[in-house]
């Protein structure tokens, strides 16, 4: 529990889910949300750039209940800056189900990492995204961070989760592979709808998927506004899972902060990862599998 920091007086209510028409498998996973407050025992360490969304561990729980995914993933905030008592507490809430993705400068120390490695924490979250007026989101931590603390992540187990934009992968990649980490990128690598699955920038994402190097995240609803069907998504989609589906996962991204009214319904993003994707092997690899490794649950369904 946090005793300072900011309190905000503007809070966004979550869209909660319906359920989704089609079930997802046994030990399903998403990989990709975020919890936030209660704000009297977890104030956010720095204003936020947009209001933030009062969206407990309880209300997280629930929505993964709702949508029939025993699992979840989540990643901190920025305006929890490099403070995880927020979603260690949801960890620890929540009997093994639940792992994290937090946040860390360059100083933290190796035995800071080594406990929140113990917490159920995986992996830190480095931003090269930069809000709506160019400026940096508050309480984010950016690759030069990543590239100074790689050898105390890779002694902690940790992985790097990137948040970039599309384009900056061909200069950050070769940066990147050197440090030996996993590493794994946000928002389908936060692609360009407009420029086509030709763009060279997409290309290089999918070269670096299909060798191996990278894990990307199918989360859509950041790199389309064509909501709810996503359709000009899809051919993006389908190129990420025929090149390498063992190194996809699916997030939802709930409580989707900054889409206001714009927020998808979580049930049917499901509905519509399992028409894009037909096959229950592979939707087993992305929903189950490959979350299992890359996160550290337990076979056993912990």
């Known amino acids: 529990m946090t005793t300072s920091g900011f309190i905000p007086t503007e809070t966004e209510t979550p869209r909660m889910p319906t359920a989704p028409r089609t079930s997802l498998p046994a030990q399903a996973c998403d990989s990709h949300a975020h919890v936030f407050g209660p704000y009297a025992a977890f104030p956010l360490s720095t204003a936020s750039n947009y209001p933030p969304p009062l969206a407990p561990a309880e209300l997280h729980a629930q929505m993964l209940a709702t949508v029939g995914a025993p699992r979840?993933?989540?990643?901190?905030p920025a305006p929890y800056g490099s403070d995880p008592a927020c979603m260690l507490a949801a960890i620890a809430a929540s009997a093994g189900q639940v792992r994290g993705i937090a946040v860390a400068s360059a100083d933290t120390p190796l035995a800071t990492m080594q406990a929140w490695h113990a917490g159920g924490i995986r992996g830190l979250r480095f931003v090269e995204m930069l809000t709506p007026a160019g400026d940096r989101f508050a309480g984010s931590?950016?690759?030069?961070?990543?590239?100074?603390?790689?050898?105390?992540?890779?002694?902690?187990?940790?992985?790097?989760?990137?948040?970039?934009?599309?384009?900056?992968?061909?200069?950050?990649?070769?940066?990147?592979?050197?440090?030996?980490?996993?590493?794994?990128?946000?928002?389908?690598?936060?692609?360009k709808v407009e420029r086509g699955v030709d763009d060279p920038a997409f290309q290089t994402v999918l070269a670096a998927l299909r060798d191996g190097d990278v894990?990307?995240?199918?989360?859509?609803?950041?790199?389309?506004?064509?909501?709810?069907?996503?359709?000009?998504?899809?051919?993006?989609?389908?190129?990420?899972?025929?090149?390498?589906?063992?190194?996809?996962?699916?997030?939802?991204?709930?409580?989707?902060?900054?889409?206001?009214?714009?927020?998808?319904?979580?049930?049917?993003?499901?509905?519509?990862?399992?028409?894009?994707?037909?096959?229950?092997?592979?939707?087993?690899?992305?929903?189950?599998?490959?979350?299992?490794?890359?996160y550290g649950f337990d076979q056993a369904g912990r």
């Open 72 to 76: 979840g993933v989540l990643v901190q």
């Open 141 to 191: 931590v950016g690759v030069d961070d990543l590239l100074q603390l790689a050898p105390a992540m890779r002694e902690a187990g940790l992985h790097a989760q990137l948040w970039a934009p599309c384009e900056a992968y061909a200069q950050l990649l070769p940066q990147l592979r050197a440090t030996g980490l996993t590493l794994v990128l946000d928002h389908m690598a936060c692609l």
């Open 215 to 294: 894990w990307v995240k199918l989360s859509v609803c950041r790199v389309s506004g064509a909501a709810p069907a996503y359709a000009d998504l899809k051919p993006f989609h389908d190129a990420l899972v025929a090149a390498n589906p063992a190194r996809l996962l699916w997030g939802s991204d709930w409580p989707h902060v900054r889409m206001g009214e714009k927020a998808p319904d979580v049930g049917a993003l499901i509905d519509l990862f399992h028409q894009w994707v037909p096959d229950a092997a592979v939707r087993q690899q992305i929903l189950v599998d490959n979350p299992q490794t890359l």
